[in-house]
């Protein structure tokens, strides 16, 4: 007989049978890979968005299509893509979520030598539409491989590869993108149009070397997934007779619903906060786009440290107190961010990060917990929340360019609120069932 476990939320279930045993552990190791390689993915972003805002001489909520295509590209495949993996099984949903990845690199080529924006875009929907597939599949596959009890620590550990990668993206683009070249508009009047389109030109060319390596390394990875087991099914609650379940099924779990909402509002914060730090440096520190990276690569370091200590403190602090705890914090220093500006505002922004780091996948371990059969759904309309990306960071955009930067990033302020309020009332709900 199964003993009863604590769930996520810290509140009491029954047992289930995880899948166990040395079989899986390559498998396990190219998930815990698969987080470290969106993670480039997704913060590579943060530097095109400088990098295009000055090839394509865009205004803020012009570069805002980045994220917003990106983000959209998420929102659409994540049922596809959880389809897929209820019919194929994981591996079948890794192996095209790699494949789609190293497409859309790929079409980075094409779309420089084109010099066109909306060519990149379609690149970029089509790394989005690959990371949908990898998200819907190695989050869930993180919370079913090991002790129901331990989900969100265990997730959020595998989610500690996330910001490493973040880091290496925006690496990438500092020392490979970023030229540190900044003509101002009176400079770029006054040049001749063959000099100005050289510019142009080499500011677009400059992406396309670090895709190609990055096209190349996510292929191997797809090629070695090709030849490593992985389960095939979801792992059965005590006492569950089903195999699957509806979509319509999991409106009926309204801790679920508020996690896709938290979860909207927490990926717009996060995507918003992240996409305009650079902005953000130039206008209130002064700062140079590479210093503008530096202040970036400061706050996915503090994001990557927040995600160690956030783990290491769940083993003595409910999951979601600890998210209470942080998306408070957020609150306050986006807030400070937001109403006060200059060299003040800039260090409480990139301190936020330290804060932001465990949200992620707490509010998703907290959001399937308790779904049994209906998890893999539920795990596709949370990562269909990550659209708030693509939202939030065009109203941030769109606040810059009438207000300024510095106000659009109230926008993620308030963003953290709702997260806190349904922190709130998850533990409330916890401590009355407890």
């Known amino acids: 007989m199964a003993m009863p476990v604590m769930t996520a939320a810290g509140t009491p279930q029954a047992g289930a049978t995880p899948y166990r045993g040395q079989r899986y552990l390559p498998a396990l190791i190219i998930t815990v890979s698969l987080f470290f390689l969106w993670g480039v993915a997704n913060n590579l972003n943060d530097i095109l968005i400088a990098q295009f805002r000055k090839a394509f001489t865009l205004s803020d909520f012009g570069t805002s299509f980045v994220q917003q295509v990106f983000y959209f590209g998420y929102f659409l495949l994540a049922v596809p893509a959880s389809m897929v993996m209820r019919r194929f099984g994981y591996k079948a949903a890794i192996v095209t979520g790699l494949m789609l990845y190293a497409a859309g ?79 101002d508009e009176q400079a770029l009047v006054t040049m001749d149009a063959a000099a100005r389109e050289a510019f142009y030109r080499s ?42 379940g509806r979509f319509a099924d999991v409106l009926r779990h309204p801790r679920l619903i508020g996690a896709v909402a938290a979860q909207f509002f927490y990926v717009g914060a996060q995507v918003g906060l992240w996409s305009y730090t650079i902005r953000y440096a130039q206008a209130n520190a002064g700062f140079g786009e590479r210093a503008g990276a530096d202040a970036l690569f400061v706050s996915l370091v503090l994001f990557a440290a927040g995600r160690f200590a956030g783990a290491a403190l769940m083993a003595r602090m409910a999951p ?18 937001g109403l006060i500006g200059g060299t003040i505002g800039l260090y ?28 893999r759904i539920g795990a596709s309309l949370i990562v269909m929340a990550i659209i708030g990306g693509a939202g939030l960071t065009a109203l941030m955009g769109l606040v810059s360019d009438l207000a300024g930067i510095t106000h659009a990033v109230l926008v993620s302020a308030a963003s953290f609120a709702v997260v806190l309020a349904f922190a709130i009332i998850v533990g409330r709900g916890s401590a009355r069932a407890g």
Request: zero cysteines.
């Open 203 to 244: 500011e677009v060319q400059a992406v396309v070397g670090p895709y190609m390596w990055i096209a190349a390394i996510v292929l191997a990875f797809a090629v070695a997934a090709l030849f490593v087991a992985f389960p095939k099914n979801p792992p059965r609650d005590a006492g569950d007779t089903t195999q699957g």
């Open 348 to 375: 409480a922004l990139v301190a936020s990060s330290f804060f932001m780091s465990i949200q992620f996948p707490t509010i998703f371990a907290i959001g399937i917990d308790g779904l049994g059969p209906l998890r």
């Open 105 to 183: 690199a790929l079409l980075f080529y094409p779309a420089a030598q084109a010099s066109l924006y909306q060519l990149f875009l379609l690149a970029l929907f089509v790394i989005a539409a690959g990371l949908a597939f990898l998200e819907t599949s190695a989050n869930p596959l993180m919370t079913e491989l090991g002790d129901p009890a331990t989900a969100a620590r265990r997730l959020n550990w595998a989610q500690a590869a996330n910001p490493l990668g973040a880091i290496t993206g925006i690496l990438i683009g500092r020392f490979f993108i970023l030229s540190g070249i900044e003509h």
């Open 320 to 337: 979601v107190r600890l998210l209470a705890l942080f998306a408070g914090i957020s609150l306050a220093l986006a807030a400070v961010a």
